[in-house]
């Protein structure tokens, strides 16, 4: 089962997410409530502190591994994100079969696949590399350390900035599941599936790698405030 660990990089550093970050996180999430229109995030300290409550019991099941996104310039909470639905494949075939469940000692179990998502970020982070560099620390890590087979990421249909965000980065389209769920403003929602596979990862790492160098450095002081 994935450990907590922190990810680092030249913008961002991904720290696990735990109550200290409960106050950052409600202010990364201030503002306009139309930004995340299509993303669960909590309003204020007190459903701050349930957000990230949720994600230590998602940790402690071993279904989620949840990150607070921190501004290397500043320290600041810029928001969060996380892996989720891993699904091992590892050890001999058993009936009735579970997934998303290791065999063998959970502990040492490192996933074969898994999903990238529920993802929060400030207003004032978008376009600045962050989400950029926290995706390539995330995808780092899967691809390289755990040796995942794939990533997958989906996003409602309606979530035009987050498909457009995703396909940017190399990831391909796997259809979409139409009448999937019911959306966070109660509408019946599709959803838009991506992935990444293994052999994928050299090409999508470059691609990130090169977006990332377009980023002015000016963008740097941006979140150092």
Do not use: C
């Not at 099941?61 to 501004?71: D, K, N, P, R």
């Not at 892996?83 to 091992?88: I, K, Q, T």
């Amino acid at each position: 089962m994935p450990v907590p660990l922190t990810l680092a990089g030249r913008l961002v550093r991904l720290e696990p997410l735990a109550p200290q970050h409960a106050s950052g996180l409600a202010e990364a999430a201030a503002g306009n409530r139309d930004d995340y229109a299509f993303t669960p995030v909590p309003h204020g300290v007190d459903e701050a502190l349930e957000y990230v409550s949720a994600a230590l019991a998602g940790h402690a099941a071993g279904t989620s591994l949840a990150f607070a996104i921190i501004a290397v310039a500043s320290g600041r909470v810029l928001g969060s994100t996380r892996f989720s639905r891993f699904d091992y494949w590892q050890g001999p075939v058993v009936w009735p079969l579970v997934h998303g469940l290791p065999h063998g000692d959970p502990l040492l179990a490192m996933p074969d696949a898994a999903e990238i998502g529920n993802t929060l970020l400030s207003r004032e982070a978008r376009g600045t590399g962050i989400n950029l560099e926290s995706k390539l620390l995330l995808l780092q890590h899967a691809f390289d350390t755990w040796r995942v087979r794939r990533i997958a990421l989906r996003a409602d249909m309606r979530n035009l900035r987050s498909r457009m965000a995703i396909e940017r980065i190399g990831a391909t389209s796997d259809g979409v599941r139409r009448a999937h769920s019911r959306g966070l403003d109660g509408e019946v929602r599709s959803t838009a599936f991506y992935s990444i596979l293994d052999e994928e990862w050299p090409h999508v790492r470059d691609t990130i790698a090169g977006q990332l160098r377009t980023i002015p450095a000016a963008h740097d002081r941006l979140i150092d405030a």
